[in-house]
Structures are given as structure tokens and as C-alpha cells.
């Protein structure tokens, strides 16, 4: 049995500066890889579904990703393919922008033939995102799994993880993301995310739409970075401060969030959420946020359990905490 197992990609983040040269210093990410650390660390069982490809960059992620603890018995490395990079580049407060290398790339060519659906068969939480539906064969992959992972029973966790550079058209981007929120309990969108898909709404507006949009979740998460996160259940809204930290690199935060979030929901258990246990579900993800984003990198940043509980028995609840909206039904 596993706690998560998550199908997505597997890449390259590589930092580059330049003086007389071009410098690149890559490190291991991927949002669903991301997430997948992020719930190992906290000590859960996990799995991945993937490919990439069977080059130098493939082959020493797979390390990497059995080194963090991640069963990789569901990854394939295609020696046909090439390794999806992502070059990050970071401004002077850490925030980064994207540009991709991935044409014909081997996390693209996932096909559903390909698929460990014994691995999905076996955990208790599918998550998935939206990076591997911009394209085909992955995209109907991706789709199929999160269908399976429904039939069989699973709560299903989404982050569309919008990146709008690597789809054809925004059009095309919205259709998929949308489909994508039919599928899952749980969601995890950013502020910007939300605006892509409800406009400049406020925060609240966004979510109680969504929730009516999508009657299968569950839980919905909207993070906006330093500002903090708001979550959505039922007839209840909370939000939640960020903590001030120095920020080296925000790569990664929010996928740090969404492996705390799903690690709470399974030590919780349950289908009721007190108003105080989701102020404290969005407490333990905002400080694992916090903490992964101090340090360079997504996976090398992200935090352990044991980190995440002392950094909040450092810091109080930051002030506005405990702010509880009631929506229409």
C-alpha cells in the first residue's frame, strides 16, 4: 500500500548566470516529483509514474528520486528520448519564470499502454497535474489514470500548475485544466491560476465559484505566495498569513504546500473539517512553504516533518490567522 502515488514529469531546474560565460547549475524537480518528496519526507509511502529519458539527466534523476525515498518502479527512462530541462530564471526577490526544453522529449510520450495502474490500485491518494496534459500521448495518459484512480476508489489530488508556455493556446490550456478539476477531491490552484480561469474576481468569489463548477471537491486550496493560502470546504473558508522569511528561490513552494496538505489529510482521516483544523492544515502548509523556499532549488529545499513542526513551535500564528467566512450554499 501507498500513501500517494502521482503521475507527471520528471526535469531538470536549471539556474543560469552570466558574466563572461554562461553558468548552469541544474537540480532535480518537477511538480508531481515535487510533491512526492515532499509527503516522503514527512514520512508517507509514495510512488511515481513518469518517464523520462534514458540519457545522463534520466538516469541520475531516477537516483535522486530513490535516494528522497520515492518507489521509481513505475518510472521508465526511454534511451530514445531526451530529458525535459526547464531553465528558471530568478528575479531579485527569488521568484522565478520558466522557459522549457521538451519538444519530443520522453515525459511527453507517456502512452496509457504504459501506465502501472497496479501502482495506482494500490495507494490511498492519486495526484496528478496539468504540465503532462499539454500534450499527446501524455495528455489522454494522464487523463486516463486520474479516471482509474476515481473508479477504484482513491481521493484524487490536481494542481493544474499552469504554465502557459508549453500549450498551443490558452484555449487549449483552460479546456484541460477544467477537465482536470472534474476529476479530483482536492485542489491546489495558485492566485494566478484562479484569475487565468475566473479573471480578476476576488479570492472568495473564485472559490465559492469553483466549488459550485466542480461539485466533486472536496477541499480546495488557493496559495499566493508570501501573501499566504485560503481553503475552501463545504460551506467554509479560511485563510491563513504567510510567514517572513528571506527568499532565495520560490521554485517548488507550491508543489511543498500541496505534499503537506495531502500529508495532514491522511494523518486526519476523515471527511469533516473543524474550522480549527483547517486553520491548522493551512498553518503546516504555509510554514513547509516558507521553509523550502529559503533555499535554492525544489527538491533539495523541500522540508521534513521534523523541520516543519519546529519551525511552528518558532512561529506563532502569524496575525489575521483564524479568519472563518461562511458561503451560500
Not at 54 to 68: A, P, R, S
Not at 175 to 203: H, M, N, P
Not at 258 to 276: C, E, K, N, P
Request: with cysteine; proline share 4%.
Amino acid at each position: 500500500m501507498y500513501d500517494i502515488c502521482a503521475l507527471g514529469e520528471v526535469l531538470i531546474d536549471a539556474i543560469a548566470s552570466a558574466d563572461t560565460c554562461i553558468q548552469i547549475t541544474g537540480n532535480a524537480g518537477g511538480a508531481p516529483a515535487n510533491v512526492l518528496t515532499c509527503g516522503t519526507r514527512m514520512g508517507l509511502k509514495t510512488a511515481f509514474l513518469a518517464k523520462a529519458g534514458g540519457d545522463f539527466i534520466g538516469n541520475w534523476l531516477k537516483g535522486v528520486l530513490d535516494e528522497v525515498g520515492i518507489d521509481t518502479a513505475g518510472m521508465i527512462l526511454d534511451p530514445s528520448k531526451n530529458t525535459t530541462i526547464a531553465m528558471v530564471s530568478l528575479d531579485e526577490a527569488g521568484n522565478r519564470s520558466f522557459s522549457f526544453y521538451r519538444i519530443g522529449c520522453a515525459d511527453v510520450s507517456l502512452t496509457k499502454e504504459e501506465l502501472r495502474l497496479d501502482l495506482i490500485e494500490q495507494s490511498r491518494i492519486f495526484h496528478f497535474g496539468s504540465v503532462s496534459m499539454t500534450e499527446e500521448p501524455a495528455r489522454s495518459a494522464t487523463l486516463a489514470a486520474a479516471r482509474y484512480a476515481r473508479e477504484k476508489g482513491l481521493l484524487v489530488s490536481y494542481d493544474p500548475n499552469l504554465r502557459r508556455n508549453l500549450w498551443c493556446d490558452e484555449q487549449t490550456a483552460a479546456k484541460y485544466i477544467k477537465e482536470g478539476l472534474t476529476l479530483c477531491d482536492v485542489a491546489k490552484l495558485s492566485d494566478e491560476e484562479c484569475r487565468f480561469l475566473y479573471g480578476d474576481q476576488d479570492i472568495p468569489s473564485q472559490g465559492r465559484q469553483m466549488l459550485r463548477d466542480y461539485p466533486s471537491l472536496r477541499l480546495l486550496f488557493v496559495t499566493c505566495g508570501g501573501a499566504g493560502s485560503y481553503v475552501f470546504c463545504g460551506d467554509q473558508m479560511q485563510y491563513a498569513p504567510g510567514y517572513s522569511v528571506k527568499v532565495a528561490d520560490t521554485t517548488g513552494a507550491g508543489d511543498t504546500f500541496m505534499g503537506a496538505v495531502l500529508y495532514q489529510l491522511l494523518q486526519h482521516g476523515g471527511a469533516d473539517w473543524s474550522s480549527a483544523e483547517l486553520q491548522s492544515l493551512l498553518r503546516f502548509g504555509n510554514a513547509a512553504s516558507a521553509l523550502s523556499v529559503q533555499r535554492f532549488g525544489a527538491i533539495p529545499a523541500i522540508p521534513g516533518k521534523a523541520d516543519v513542526e519546529a519551525f511552528l513551535a518558532e512561529h506563532p500564528a502569524p496575525e489575521g490567522s483564524g479568519q472563518t467566512l461562511h458561503t451560500p450554499a
